[in-house]
């Protein structure tokens, strides 16, 4: 280039310089914006690839490039963590979900709502926005209340997501005394999202690489040996605004959750759940009152072991030392939530360093609802039901 300016220079001078330098500037630019152009599509996947998007769109406005800082810590994520490559997952925006790819088949889409009582009301998620708004309430609880390590790219953009995102449903706890008169937007605001439920039925999960629990607990010979008759449900990435931990919450969710099972004729559900806290020594009672007193019939039913690299000893006290009503109360509240209605616990913890905490199985046949609940939440809408007074957890 410089030997061609010197050459214009001395043959045609300063202005024929100027002109060449131009030209060399707009080609220049040009080359840029076609790049720009080809990896629009990629930003856009790059930045939303863990979401629901069912189209790639060819162009993507300003304020959803994803910054250059951002993009420089990508290869250090975990591989579930990093953008997807899938053409499939695009462009987060508040379109809604495509309702009829996600739920062809026998059962179709879930009621609308699952649960209602007052100003609150338990659905699926229908928007993308939707989606990420619960993401954003996953990521104020597990990372800013609790000790969750976040990657770089989620604490850039506020979020809790991976890759399962994608194809599970999210229920969705609504409240409408948070949604001004005058909204009117696609969905619902982000504010108004007050809970949220990660659901996983066995043919998604299977459709798309297997159940997030199989990444702690060896599953895959308990689902095989159960047939094909079998369906199973996992739940997961549960949790609640602070202002509304209470009893009436929880118990809308356990109604929208049955309502969900009922609707998809599912036959087990299962997850994981945890107890704050990476030290199985510290989390002694809590542990050895779940393997003494809530594996269920191990003789009849042995029950689903952590995988073998992950496996931690539940047992660490005695049973004769363990009081069960100390050991009760030291439980979290869900997982009390889960035994109280008939689940059960896997054998083994596993110690789940990013989150800061120590995750066990629950197991939870439909058919073991115990009575009390089944007739509590299997009936109606819960529509005029009262609130029911908060109980410490």
């Given amino acids: 280039m410089f030997k061609q300016l010197a050459v214009a220079g001395l043959r045609r001078g300063f202005g024929a310089v100027k002109a060449l330098r ?4 707009r080609r220049r630019r040009m080359r840029t914006r076609s790049l720009l152009r080809l990896t629009r599509g990629f930003v856009a996947r790059s930045r939303y690839g863990h979401q629901l998007g069912m189209s790639l769109h060819a162009r993507t406005p300003q304020h959803a490039r994803t910054p250059k800082t951002r993009r420089v810590f990508w290869g250090f994520e975990p591989r579930h963590m990093r953008p997807s490559q899938n053409p499939a997952f695009a462009k987060l925006s508040g379109k809604p979900i495509n309702r009829a790819a996600r739920y062809s088949g026998k059962y179709g889409p ?14 699926v998620a229908e928007t993308e926005a939707e989606v990420r708004a619960a993401q954003r309430l996953r990521y104020k609880v597990f990372y800013e209340e609790m000790s969750a390590q976040a990657s770089p790219r ?11 995102d994608a194809f599970a449903d999210h229920l969705l706890v609504i409240d409408h005394s948070r949604i001004p008169e005058d909204y009117s937007g696609r969905g619902v605001p982000e504010d108004a999202i007050v809970g949220t439920y990660r659901l996983m039925r066995q043919e998604v999960a299977e459709a798309h690489g297997g159940f997030y629990t199989a990444n702690e607990f060896d599953i895959e010979p308990w689902v095989t040996a159960a047939g094909p008759d079998t369906r199973f449900l996992e739940l997961g990435r549960s949790c609640v605004h602070i202002d509304h931990r209470s009893r009436p919450t929880l118990e809308l969710m356990w109604h929208a959750i049955i309502s969900y099972l009922v609707h998809y004729e599912l ?7 945890s107890l704050e806290g990476t030290n199985p020594d510290e989390l002694a009672l809590p542990l050895s009152f779940m393997h003494h007193y809530c594996r269920g019939d191990v003789e009849t039913t042995p029950p689903v072991r952590a995988r073998d690299e992950l496996f931690v000893d539940m047992n660490r006290m005695p049973k004769d030392d363990v ?23 896997g054998d083994g913890a596993v110690v789940d360093e990013q989150f800061g905490t120590t995750d066990v199985l629950i197991v939870f046949p439909a058919n073991q609802i115990s009575d009390r609940y089944r007739d509590k939440f299997g009936k109606g809408d819960m529509r005029d039901e009262k609130p029911a007074a908060a109980q410490s957890a």
Avoid: N, Q, W
């Avoid at 879930?110 to 659905?123: F, N, Y």
């Avoid at 979290?332 to 689940?343: S, T, V």
């Fill in 267 to 273: 036959d087990i559900m299962f997850g994981c759940a």
């Fill in 154 to 164: 989620m604490a850039a953009e506020r979020r809790d997501f991976d890759h399962f």
């Fill in 110 to 123: 879930p009621p609308r709502p699952l649960a209602r009582r007052k100003s609150l009301e338990v659905r």
């Fill in 22 to 25: 131009s030209r060399y500037t």
């Fill in 323 to 345: 009081e069960a009503k100390k050991g009760l109360r030291a439980l979290p509240p869900l997982i009390k939530g889960y035994l109280r209605a008939g689940a059960t616990i």
